[in-house]
Nanobody
Framework: QVQLVESGGGLVQVGGSLRLSCAASGLTFSNCMMGWFRQAPGKEREFVAAISRSGGATYYADSVKGRFTISRDNAKKTAYLEMNSLKPEDTAVYYC?????????????????WGQGTQVTVSS
């Protein structure tokens, strides 16, 4: 059974930082592209960042480029999202996702497995 478990969310002030983790089990983690998405209240889920199987390539939404960093540790079967210079508009539930084809990039529907999400709230 595949499981993706996010952690690290919480309440932070504007300009602060958080580091999200996504621990995977039940799949060959190193074969998967990993992505982070978020959904704010009343809005559609949107792409945040993705990382290739080896970690050698990363992709970001324009809204987070330069502030967020996606990374992975294949030995630990864990993906990370380092979030800096947080803004109120970053408030959302953050989800990690795994794509076994390795090509999903920012295509939400192409991801095969999803975590339950972790809440990030940025207060002003």
């Amino acid at each position: 059974q595949v499981q993706l478990v996010e952690s690290g969310g919480g309440l932070v002030q504007v300009g602060g930082s958080l580091r999200l983790s996504c621990a995977a089990s039940g799949l060959t983690f190193s074969n998967c592209m990993m992505g982070w998405f978020r959904q704010a209240p009343g809005k559609e889920r949107e792409f945040v960042a993705a990382i290739s199987r080896s970690g050698g390539a990363t992709y970001y939404a324009d809204s987070v480029k330069g502030r967020f960093t996606i990374s992975r540790d294949n030995a630990k079967k864990t993906a990370y999202l380092e979030m800096n210079s947080l803004k109120p508009e970053d408030t959302a539930v953050y989800y990690c996702a795994a794509d076994v084809s390795g090509w999903a990039l920012n295509q939400m529907n192409a991801y095969d497995y999803w975590g339950q999400g972790t809440q990030v709230t940025v207060s002003s």
